[in-house]
Each structure stands twice: as structure tokens, then as C-alpha cells.
């Protein structure tokens, strides 16, 4: 018989995710366009853009967020042992339409999409649906401001004069002059808390629960309780012995290196 190795329980998951997406698509109303992006110098780039592979085909951005209750399985089972049980994942996915302005995949909003399997009273397996974009600092300013610039699609073109819109102006907000990320890259659960991770910032608090009005919220940036001072690389982990978070902190302009733990509770 068949062992049950980790490379083939993923491919399984993957297939019930992947029906458990094709069986919403009759309920989930079709996404708008990414919000206009009125972007500084955008004459002079869509002059010299061109359609950017990452934005199109399977790459294209969604544009709606929500919750979906029941979500039919139309191929296979939910496994016994992942209900209850939830599936995240998190990847770059732009607010603001980048059609014609330089864009790196890396460029995107932190969007988180959730799985939840749960078990109903008649023994079946039932599936949710959650996606939100994480609230960062970045993406509320470019909400309230009205556009957004894309840091590597900048830098390709060896331009700078981004740097102004990227990092936090407001005097009253919890870090003021700090850079502001976009959450997009990787997640971690400790400690009772799932953080979601870019490089060159500090993680962000989002809430997992089973209620779809509160799954996938944004709490905020998590420091620690300020004892994290520097922001991190988006690739922790955790000592299987000592069950804490080991993760490194940088900044492009510091040539230090600082190494953080955070305990297992």
C-alpha cells in the first residue's frame, strides 16, 4: 500500500483547493479593475511600457475581497484529519493598476486567502472561503492618497524619486519616516498568532478564525510588544526543540546584522 509521504498530501490538498476554488465560481461576483492609479510620471512610463507578464493570465489581480459560506467540493473528499482545520496563503496582489507603469511581481499588496474545513452535525466535511488584503500602513496611504508606485518596477529603471511615496509621512502614525511594506511574501503561526511577513518590515497580525466576518483582519503591525526594534527578514523559523520564532533583522541602510527570538507563549 501507498505511504502517506508529504509530497503526496500536498498534491491532495492542492486538488481539493482547487475544486473547492472552481465550485465558487457561480457565487462569486466577477472582479472589478483594480482601482485607477494615478501614479507620478505615468505619461512618460506607459510611453515606454509594455504588458508586463505578471499582471495578466493567471497573474492578474483580483480586486474583491469576501467570504463564502459552504463551498461545495465537486471532486474528491476533504481529508478526516484537516477538519477542523484552516489553509493560508498569502502572495502580492496590486490594489492599484500598474497597466503601462514599471511593475515587479514583488511590487504587490499583501492578499491572504483562507481555506477553513469544519465538520457539521451530520458528520459531512464543509469548506469556507476567505480573501482580504492585509491593512497595511502602505496600502491605507495609498487609499487615502489615491495612488500607489511599485519600488522594483522603479528601481529597474534605475529611478529613485519613488522613495517619498514608500515611506510613512504621518507624524502621528506608530513609526513615522519608518518604510512601509506590503506584507506579501511569506506567513508564520506562533505563539497563538498567524504574521504575515515582507522583507524590510516588521510582520503584521491578522486574525484566523472561524468567523467570516473577523477571519483575515489586519490587527497591525506586531512588534513584540516593543521589544522588536528593527524589521525582519519575511523567512523566520522555529526551533523544533525550543518551539521559538528565530528570525533576523536588517535594514538597507545598516550593515549590522541583529538575530531576534521570540518565546514559544
Known amino acids: 500500500m501507498e505511504t502517506d509521504s508529504p509530497t503526496r498530501r500536498v498534491a491532495t490538498v492542492t486538488r481539493h483547493l482547487t475544486a ?28 515606454r511600457g509594455a504588458v508586463n507578464a505578471h499582471l495578466i493570465g493567471n497573474f492578474a489581480p483580483t480586486s474583491e475581497e469576501g467570504h463564502f459560506e459552504d463551498v461545495e467540493v465537486t471532486w474528491g473528499a476533504v481529508p478526516a484529519d484537516m477538519a477542523p482545520g484552516q489553509f493560508l496563503r498569502v502572495g502580492p496582489n496590486p490594489r ?19 481555506v477553513s474545513f469544519k465538520s457539521a452535525a451530520d458528520g459531512a466535511r464543509r469548506c469556507t472561503y ?65 504574521l504575515v511577513l515582507e522583507e524590510a518590515d516588521k510582520p503584521y497580525h491578522i486574525v484566523a478564525s472561524w468567523d467570516g466576518e473577523s477571519n483575515l483582519r489586519t490587527v497591525g503591525r506586531f512588534d513584540f510588544n516593543g521589544k522588536l526594534a528593527h524589521d525582519v527578514t519575511a523567512h523566520p523559523k522555529v526551533d523544533p526543540v525550543t518551539k ?22
Open 20 to 47: 473547492a476554488a472552481a465550485a465558487t465560481t457561480a457565487t462569486i461576483p466577477p472582479d472589478s479593475r483594480p482601482l485607477p492609479n494615478p501614479a507620478p510620471d505615468a505619461d512618460d512610463a506607459v510611453a
Open 96 to 114: 492599484y493598476s500598474f497597466a503601462g507603469l514599471p511593475y515587479h511581481v514583488f511590487d504587490g499588496d499583501g492578499f491572504v486567502h483562507c
Open 244 to 265: 521559538e520564532l528565530v528570525m533576523f533583522c536588517y535594514s538597507p541602510l545598516c550593515v549590522s546584522r541583529r538575530r531576534a527570538r521570540s518565546p514559544r507563549n
Open 130 to 194: 476567505t480573501k482580504r488584503w492585509v491593512r497595511t500602513r502602505r496600502l491605507v496611504t495609498a487609499e487615502r492618497r489615491g495612488f500607489d508606485v511599485a519600488e522594483l518596477g522603479e528601481q529597474a529603471y534605475g529611478r529613485l524619486g519613488y522613495m517619498g511615496a514608500v515611506v510613512d509621512g504621518d507624524p502621528d502614525s506608530p513609526q513615522p519616516g519608518h518604510r512601509m511594506g506590503k506584507a506579501n511574501t511569506a506567513m508564520v503561526a506562533h505563539a497563538g498568532r498567524v
